[in-house]
C-alpha cells in the first residue's frame, strides 16, 4: 500500500511538473526542443492519412449501408465480437412481395406471370447487392478498420510518449540553467575581507552545493536526452509505416472497385435478360384488361387516343350494301400516310423487327406515328427517315 501510494504521488508530480512546463511553452515563457524536420512531415502525413482514412471509411460505410439503425446494430456487434445476422437486402425482399402477389392474381394471368418473371430477377438482383456488401466489407472496410483501431492507436501511444519525453527532456534542460545561473550567483558572492571571514564561508559552501545541484542536473539531462531520442526513433519507424499502409490501402481500393464493377456488371446482365423476357409479349398489357374495366381503368396507349383510328369493336362493321375491301397481308411500302393524324411518338424499349414489315426500334428515340384503315389496332406505322414499318404500340408514348 505505500508504494502505491509513492508511486502515486510520484507520479501526480510528474505530471504536475509536465502540465507546468506545457504551459509555460505555450505562454511564451520557457523554451520548446522542436523536432527535426523530417519527423514533423512524417507526423502531418500520418495525420492527413488517419483523418482522410476515416471519413472514407465512414462514408463507404453509408454508402454499403444507407440505414443508420443497422449501422448501429453492426456497431454493437462488432464490439460485443459477436456474428452479425445476416440480412435480407431490398431487392430480395420486394422479389418476395411479387412472387407472393403472383400466388393471389394467379400465376397464369399475364400480370401474375409477368409478377413472376420480374420478382425472380429482382431476387437475383438482391443476391448480387448481397454478395457485394459481404465482399466490400471483408476486402475494404475491414482493413480500414484494422487501421484506424490497431496500427493508428500503437503510433499514437507512441507519439503520447514522445511528446511526454519531450517535456521531461525540456524540464530538465530548465533545471540545469537555473542550477547553473544559481552557481554563478553564488561564486560571484564570496567576501576576501578578513573582517568577514565567516561571508566566506559560507559562500564557498553554498557554491559547492550549487555544483553539485549542476552535476545532479546534467546527469538528468543526459538520461532524458536518451530516452527522448530512442522514443523518437521508435515513433519514425512507426510513422514510415504509413508508406505501406498507402500501398496496402492502394490494393484494397483496387478490390472494393473491381468488386463494384463486378455488381454493377450482373445488374445490368439481370436487367438486359428481364427486359428480352418482357419483349416476348408485346401485346400483354392489352391482353390483361378485362372488357368489364376497361371503360374504368383504359389504357394509358390505346389506339383510339390517333385520330382515324376506329376501335376495334367497331372495325369489322359495315353498312349494308357496301363493297367489302379485299381481304390479304397488308403491304407498309405501298401505304400512303393520310394528310391528318400524325402522331409524334418516344420509343420506350429497343424493338428489333421480325420482317421486312416492321421497323426496329431504340430506346428514347422519336419517331413519327400514324394509322392505315384495315391494320392491327396493336400496330403503328412508324417513320424515321426514310424508314418505315410496323411499330407495337406498347412500345411507344404518344406524344400531344
Not at 156 to 174: P, V
Not at 229 to 252: F, K, M, P, W, Y
Not at 272 to 284: C, G, T, V
Request: glycine fraction near 6%; charge should be negative; include cysteine.
Amino acid at each position: 500500500m505505500d508504494f502505491n501510494l509513492k508511486k502515486l504521488t510520484s507520479d501526480a508530480g510528474v505530471f504536475f511538473t509536465r502540465a507546468v512546463q506545457f504551459t509555460e511553452e505555450k505562454l511564451g515563457s520557457a523554451e520548446k526542443t522542436e523536432l527535426d524536420a523530417h519527423l514533423e512531415n512524417l507526423i502531418a502525413r500520418a495525420d492527413c492519412t488517419k483523418n482522410w482514412t476515416e471519413k472514407i471509411f465512414r462514408q463507404t460505410e453509408v454508402l454499403l449501408q444507407p440505414n443508420p439503425s443497422a449501422r448501429i446494430e453492426e456497431f454493437f456487434y462488432e464490439k460485443l465480437d459477436k456474428k452479425i445476422p445476416s440480412r435480407t437486402t431490398n431487392g430480395e425482399l420486394l422479389g418476395q412481395y411479387m412472387l407472393d402477389a403472383a400466388k393471389d392474381f394467379g400465376p397464369g394471368t399475364p400480370y401474375g406471370s409477368t409478377l413472376i418473371t420480374v420478382g425472380e430477377y429482382q431476387r437475383r438482383l438482391g443476391g448480387a447487392e448481397r454478395e457485394f456488401l459481404q465482399t466490400s466489407a471483408i476486402n475494404f472496410l475491414t482493413p480500414l478498420r484494422n487501421f484506424l483501431e490497431g496500427d493508428w492507436r500503437t503510433i499514437s501511444k507512441e507519439r503520447r510518449l514522445l511528446e511526454n519525453r519531450r517535456l521531461d527532456l525540456d524540464i530538465c534542460k530548465a533545471r540545469v540553467k537555473k542550477a547553473k545561473q544559481a552557481e554563478a550567483k553564488a561564486a560571484a558572492e564570496p567576501d576576501f575581507q578578513e573582517t568577514r571571514p565567516r561571508n566566506y564561508v559560507l559562500s564557498a559552501s553554498a557554491s559547492a552545493l550549487w555544483s553539485e545541484e549542476v552535476d545532479k542536473a546534467e546527469q538528468e539531462l543526459r538520461v532524458a536526452q536518451t530516452e527522448f531520442d530512442r522514443q523518437a526513433e521508435v515513433t519514425r519507424l512507426l510513422l514510415e509505416g504509413i508508406s505501406s499502409t498507402h500501398v496496402n490501402h492502394l490494393r484494397c481500393l483496387h478490390e472494393f472497385v473491381e468488386a463494384q464493377a463486378t455488381y454493377y456488371a450482373q445488374c445490368h446482365q439481370y436487367m438486359q435478360e428481364l427486359q428480352k423476357e418482357l419483349s416476348r409479349y408485346p401485346n400483354s398489357f392489352a391482353s390483361n384488361v378485362n372488357p368489364s374495366t376497361s371503360a374504368s381503368c383504359p389504357s394509358p396507349i390505346s389506339s383510339a387516343t390517333l385520330p382515324g383510328v376506329s376501335p376495334p369493336g367497331l372495325a369489322s362493321t359495315s353498312t349494308p350494301g357496301s363493297a367489302r375491301e379485299p381481304s390479304g397481308p397488308l403491304k407498309i411500302q405501298d401505304v400512303q400516310p393520310p394528310s391528318t393524324g400524325h402522331r409524334k411518338a418516344k420509343v420506350l424499349y429497343d424493338y428489333d423487327a421480325h420482317d421486312t414489315s416492321e421497323l426496329s426500334l431504340l430506346a428514347d428515340e422519336l419517331i413519327t406515328v400514324y394509322t392505315v384503315p384495315g391494320m392491327d389496332p396493336d400496330w403503328l406505322v412508324g417513320e424515321r427517315g426514310n424508314q418505315k414499318g410496323k411499330v407495337p404500340v406498347t412500345y411507344l408514348e404518344l406524344l400531344s
